[in-house]
């Protein structure tokens, strides 16, 4: 009896795609812990430094405008040099900058070593992302993607628990709250060594011997390239499309929806909760643990749930949805400042929640937007854009909180979703149950992307 045959999208999932999946997590539980715990050391370090607003908002900003640089200019290298060297080589760029700050004795030291960290985290989100979407088997594709969200949220919630913990320890308390985030970058780091090149990648490059000896390695002797064995493109089409290709009249529509989804959804997340400790405060909730236990508790129930959700709507309802949610509770809250307590803590919640689980999508969507040859270049772009506008309202949250009051503040960030509301309700594409190659081809039109949604081109045109 013959064996039967599976393609990349088809295969079973096996104990290479869980590694693959693994790894790519141990990123996001890095980003996470690593964003949660600047926000404790802060209430330490600043005082100590006598920091005003300025540099407190250029700290808590300095590693998402890292994340701008790394994910904007390793994204597109992973393009030309491949993904597997920039998913070993940045992690050794964070390990060393995370053990640094350590012995750091000013703002400026550490604002650097932050940038640093950034800097290699944003290449993992272009490159980790691109690598575990080149790898997943459709069924499971976008479970593993939005998975990475509820890792990042995991790392976010353990920052805050291990902060509490050293916040006791002494004067220097900060320093071992900002070099514990060594522990799990040094794990990472050693179990990178040895992950094969994506084979999407080798066969946009012409390399496509290369791709099936690494299928068959990794994925089983009965997985094959499929179609895109057979329509192979080889550099000089890699080239033929090139980063201009991302502004090209076939993709820019999805760049620009990519970007602005994105940004305006972790605007006021890395906003909100970079110096959710101050807002708490703001909000009357000084020093209260529960408080800060049950938000921390919402985050990570709503990025679990949130898969659920994903796998139970499509893209476009579920992004939709979650924006409006999003949008109301954050005004609600900004209305019931100086009021009742209580209905302060649950419109809090209630967007915790909801911002937790649509935050799943941030990792789902960019990576079913472009095309293999420009894919890291794709991701890269959209998390740069969403990197610098949320690295500009993390800065600039403090200044406001000191300014304008937490009512202010709040409007303004339910204006920026609202914003993510209209342009998802115009542009939002459908690309749930397709294979990566159709999800990524705007010139595909297929029975469920919703009228209105697609690019509009003509039959013979081509992504070249």
Request: with cysteine; aromatic share 12%; charged share 15%.
């Amino acid at each position: 009896m013959n064996e039967q045959k599976f393609t990349i999208d088809d295969a079973p999932f096996n104990r290479f795609h869980f590694r693959i999946a693994g790894l790519t997590f141990g990123s996001s539980f890095c980003d996470g812990y690593s964003l949660g715990i600047i926000a404790m050391a802060l209430t330490v370090f600043g005082p100590q430094m006598n920091m005003n607003s300025l540099w407190t908002g250029l700290i808590g900003s300095s590693a998402l405008i890292g994340l701008f640089a790394g994910s904007l200019i390793l994204g597109r290298l992973s393009d030309r040099v491949g993904r597997q060297k920039i998913f070993l080589v940045n992690f050794l760029l964070i390990t060393v900058a995370t053990i640094l700050q350590f012995f750091v004795s000013s703002p400026e030291e550490l604002f650097i070593l932050r940038l640093l960290i950034g800097f290699g985290l944003g290449g993992d989100y272009a490159v980790g992302t691109t690598l575990l979407a080149e790898f997943s088997p459709k069924k499971y594709r976008s479970s593993l993607l939005a998975s990475i969200n509820v890792v990042w949220t995991l790392g976010y919630v353990a920052s805050n628990f291990v902060g509490h913990y050293l916040g006791q320890v002494g004067s220097d308390s900060w320093r071992w709250m900002l070099v514990s985030a060594a522990i799990p970058a040094i794990v990472v780091l050693i179990l990178r060594i040895g992950t094969p090149e994506s084979p999407r990648w080798l066969v946009s490059m012409g390399r496509v011997e290369e791709a099936r000896q690494i299928v068959k390695k990794h994925l089983g002797a009965n997985v094959e390239m499929g179609e895109m064995g057979e329509t192979a493109t080889g550099t000089e089409n890699q080239k033929t499309l090139g980063f201009r290709g991302l502004f090209s009249k076939r993709l820019r529509k999805r760049l620009a929806f990519g970007g602005i989804f994105k940004l305006t959804l972790v605007i006021p997340y890395f906003a909100i909760y970079t110096f959710l400790p101050s807002i708490l405060s703001t909000m009357g909730f000084e020093q209260n643990f529960f408080a800060d236990t049950m938000l921390n508790l919402f985050l990570l129930v709503g990025a679990i749930i949130g898969l659920w959700l994903l796998a139970k709507f499509s893209r476009r309802g579920f992004t939709i949805g979650a924006f409006t949610i999003l949008t109301v509770s954050l005004f609600s809250l900004s209305f019931l400042h100086n009021g009742s307590q209580f209905l302060m803590l649950v419109a809090f919640l209630i967007f915790t929640f909801f911002m937790s689980a649509a935050s799943n999508l941030t990792l789902v969507y960019p990576a079913e937007l472009f095309p293999t040859e420009i894919r890291g270049s794709g991701i890269g772009m959209v998390t740069a854009i969403s990197r610098i506008g949320s690295a500009i309202g993390t800065f600039l949250l403090p200044v406001s909180l000191s300014s304008f009051g937490l009512s202010a503040s709040m409007a303004g960030m339910a204006a920026i979703l609202l914003v993510g509301l209209i342009v998802s309700i115009a542009w939002a594409p459908e690309t749930k149950n397709l294979s990566l190659h159709e999800a990524s081809d705007p010139l595909l039109e297929t029975e469920n992307s919703p009228k209105g949604t697609e690019i509009p081109f003509t039959k013979n045109e081509k992504i070249t």
